[in-house]
């Protein structure tokens, strides 16, 4: 069994915290200005695995052979159309809208990578939204901030507690990181909880 140093390619404060519950050590490490676009022609269900990838091949280079990547994305998607991070608040006002009163699906690409091996998969839940009132949307914009926020919400925020009425599949996929997912992916390493 090999041991590796985690990184978390990563500077979420959502992710931190989810793999951090998986009681593994790891640091953050950062590499500014990845390429995050995607071929127009791409499936929708691809783009967070494709993202994913364009992020692990830029780490690939720099990790020591006892280092193990671990990048991600996540996005919103709603039919055919992908919300990405709002604008600004009008923008969230907008993506809120939409998502009032329908499901959408959240998916999130991770690729775990070391010098020798590469396990990548994609999760997607589906997240249903009650009618949402204009009220309930500009308290939490304005309340939340959500700007770094895929489809301007996040599940473990006020939103969430008052919005969501339905949750079919990962709940931690919808903050950003398939735990349970990268937790059998990293043990197919060897790695384990300390």
Known sequence: MKSYKIIL????????????????QFEVRIIKGIDESYPATL???EIAGYIAQ?????????????E???????????????LGKPKDAADA???????????HQVITGVVLTTKEQQK???????????ELADSEIDYYVDTYKPMDKAGAYGIQEWIGYV??????????NVMGLPVQ????????????SK
Do not use: C, W
């Not at 364009?54 to 006892?66: F, V």
């Not at 193990?68 to 992908?82: Q, R, S, Y």
């Not at 990548?120 to 009650?130: E, G, Y």
């Open 163 to 172: 919005g969501v009425t339905r949750l079919e599949g990962s709940y931690f």
């Open 93 to 103: 006002r907008r993506m809120l809208h939409e998502l009032s009163g329908k499901t």
């Open 120 to 130: 990548h998969f994609s999760v997607v839940s589906n997240v249903t939204f009650k």
């Open 43 to 45: 499936p929708t269900k």
């Open 181 to 192: 997912r990268i937790y059998e992916a990293m043990s197919s390493f060897g790695i384990q």
């Open 9 to 24: 390619a990563s500077n979420s404060p959502r992710r931190k915290e989810l793999l951090a519950g998986l009681d593994v």
């Open 68 to 82: 193990l990547v671990i990048t991600a994305d996540t996005i919103v998607v709603l039919g055919d159309e992908v």
């Open 54 to 66: 364009k992020k692990a091949a830029a780490y690939r280079e720099t990790i020591a052979n006892d």
